[in-house]
């Protein structure tokens, strides 16, 4: 695996961290900015909105659409809900752009540094959770494809 792609994840999971370093503390500023997030990405045509994409376990609907371009995966998501919207957003903006082994292998250090464990509640807490793993299960799928 290149380090290059590692780096490159770690680059933005602190640039992410740093986006939100002036207004970490406050909760209700956290949610605004994530609900601001969540208008960076394309909304989901209806025909993308389908069981196949529907990422389990979240309280709201999660859709996330995974390619592969070597040796990148690109990730493009959607979601019902705002909040949920900016937190699929973050993760798109985590793991697009880098290699399927990366991706498994880096654990995401925004949601502890930014206590979104705090913030979001136990369901919705579970759901990024899901989302987490639905990422990386979907570049475990390129990386067995290879």
Not at 8 to 29: N, T, V
Not at 44 to 50: A, I, Q, V
Not at 77 to 100: E, Y
């Amino acid at each position: 695996m290149s380090t290059q792609y590692i780096r490159g994840i770690e680059a933005r999971d602190k640039s992410i961290i740093s986006e939100f370093s002036c207004i970490q503390d406050c909760p209700s500023l956290v949610i605004h900015h994530l609900m601001n997030i969540g208008n960076e990405i394309t909304i989901f045509s209806p025909e993308e909105k389908m069981q196949a994409t529907l990422i389990p376990g979240c309280l709201a609907k999660v859709w996330l659409i995974a390619s592969y371009r070597s040796p990148q995966v690109v990730f493009r998501a959607d979601s019902a809900a705002n909040i949920t919207r900016g937190l699929v957003t973050l993760l798109v903006r985590l793991f697009s752009g880098a290699t399927p082994r990366s991706i498994m292998n880096y654990d995401p250090q925004f949601p502890q540094v930014l206590k979104l464990e705090e913030i979001l509640g136990t369901q919705r807490r579970n759901g990024f959770s899901s989302m987490v793993n639905t990422f990386q299960l979907e570049a475990q799928r390129f990386i067995m494809r290879l």
